[in-house]
């Protein structure tokens, strides 16, 4: 499986903001894709996520209301930021999850950067 982000920019606080994350491959072995963020020297951190199957997507608590995810039919998730932060200024990477058995396989994109200006 291969994610490739792009939607990243430079934006001013209150902006908005779509990522997408196209994905290709053995895309249908995966059971959720989400979001993930690393602010500088910072550990990286969930933003937000979604089952594959069908389901409630779930949200950081510094995200939500802000912040939505989708899917569209084909290979493509989307991040829609709104309402943005400085604090959200991140490199934002899109993942997949893959569970075989009890082997968890987890697929990453090579990032996208957000920067709000205040």
């Known amino acids: 499986v291969q994610l490739v982000e792009s939607g990243g920019g430079l934006v001013q606080a209150g902006d908005s903001l779509r990522l997408s994350c196209v994905a290709s491959?053995?895309?249908?072995?995966?059971?959720?894709m989400n979001w993930y963020r690393q602010a500088p020297g910072k550990a990286r951190e969930f933003v937000a996520g979604?089952?594959?199957?069908?389901?409630?997507a779930n949200f950081a608590d510094s995200v939500k209301g802000r912040f939505t995810i989708s899917r569209d039919n084909v290979n493509t998730l989307y991040l829609e930021m709104n309402s943005l932060k400085p604090e959200d200024t991140a490199v934002y990477y899109c993942?997949?999850?893959?569970?075989?058995?009890?082997?968890?396989?987890?697929?990453w994109g090579q990032g996208t950067q957000v920067t709000v200006s205040s």
């Open positions: 979604m089952p594959t199957g069908g389901g409630s």
């Open positions: 491959g053995s895309t249908f072995r995966l059971n959720a």
């Open positions: 993942n997949g999850l893959e569970q075989d058995g009890t082997v968890l396989y987890a697929y």
